[in-house]
C-alpha cells in the first residue's frame, strides 16, 4: 500500500469514527479493515516524512549550487582554525583562563557544531536525494 493510499483511508475512516481517537487500518480485497503492524505504520510514517521535507526542502532551498558547498566547507574550516587558534593563544599565555577567553572560545565551540549539523543534514538531504546539486545527476 503506498502512503497515498494509507492518508485516503486515514481519511475515510475519520468520517466513520471521532477525529479524537483515530486509527490506523487498511482494507483487504474483501473490505474488512485490518490493523496496521508497528513496522508497517513506522514505514508508512517514514515516507510521509521525506515526503514532507522533500517539499519542504524544495520551497526553502531549491536547488544547491556546488559553489554553496564551497562556500560551507571554507567557512568550517576558517570557524575551526579560529577555534584552534584561539584556544592556542590562551594556552601560550601561561595565565588563567579569563571569563571572556572561555566565552570566546564556548561561542566559537557552539558555532561550529551548529554548522556542522547544518553541514550533516544538507548532505544527507543531498545523498537521500532530497534535494537537488546543480550539475550533479541522479544516481
Not at 6 to 23: L, M, T, W, Y
Not at 48 to 61: A, F, G, N, T, W
Not at 124 to 139: N, P, T
Amino acid at each position: 500500500m503506498s502512503v497515498i493510499d494509507f492518508i485516503a483511508v486515514r481519511r475515510r475512516q475519520g468520517d466513520a469514527k471521532s477525529e479524537s481517537a483515530p486509527s490506523f487500518f487498511s482494507e483487504k480485497s474483501h473490505g474488512a479493515p485490518t490493523a496496521l503492524t508497528a513496522s508497517q505504520f513506522t514505514r508508512h510514517i517514514t515516507h510521509i516524512i521525506e515526503d514532507e521535507m522533500r517539499r519542504s526542502l524544495k520551497r526553502q532551498v531549491d536547488i544547491v549550487d556546488p559553489h554553496e558547498m564551497i562556500d560551507m566547507a571554507k567557512m568550517l574550516a576558517d570557524l575551526k582554525a579560529r577555534y584552534i587558534g584561539v584556544t592556542l593563544a590562551i594556552a601560550s599565555n601561561r595565565k588563567p583562563m579569563t571569563d571572556s577567553e572561555l566565552e570566546e572560545l564556548r561561542g566559537l565551540r557552539v558555532r561550529i557544531q551548529e554548522f556542522e549539523a547544518a553541514h550533516n543534514e544538507l548532505n544527507e538531504a543531498i545523498a537521500s536525494q532530497l534535494v537537488e546539486v546543480r550539475g550533479v545527476i541522479k544516481e
